[in-house]
């Protein structure tokens, strides 16, 4: 893993990640991602990043594959960061799923509170 202090970093976010950052070139998408996001959830994403910056890791093996946040990598791309948060899974592959599942789903299950 690179140094977080190296100058070449670019990204943006809360200070507590920072110990948690990888270059975007050890990871790499899952052939597998439940939901593939199209342009108008890519250009959410990036807005939401340009916005408020990185509040939450993204979650992938140790080997650099991500589990959630296949989006995120590629919107974040776009705004020319060199760097992201990443937390480590350390589960087994069934847990895995799973987790990529509820990731993905929970989200709709809730309602909005107008």
Do not use: Y
């Not at 270059?23 to 998408?29: C, D, G």
């Not at 108008?40 to 340009?50: A, M, N, Q, T, V």
């Not at 509040?55 to 760097?83: C, F, M, S, Y």
């Amino acid at each position: 893993m690179t140094s977080a202090n190296q100058r070449d970093v670019i990204w943006s976010g809360s200070s507590d990640l920072r110990p948690l950052l990888r270059p975007i070139a050890e990871l790499r998408a899952t052939g597998a991602n439940v939901r593939p996001h199209g342009q108008r959830s890519l250009d959410g994403i990036e807005h939401s990043f340009k916005a408020c910056a990185q509040r939450k890791p993204i979650v992938a093996r140790p080997d650099g594959t991500v589990i959630a946040g296949n989006g995120t990598i590629e919107a974040i791309q776009r705004l020319g960061w060199t760097h992201v948060a990443v937390s480590i899974f350390d589960g087994t592959p069934e847990e895995e799923a799973q987790f990529a599942v509820f990731d993905n789903r929970t989200a709709e299950l809730s309602d909005w509170n107008d």
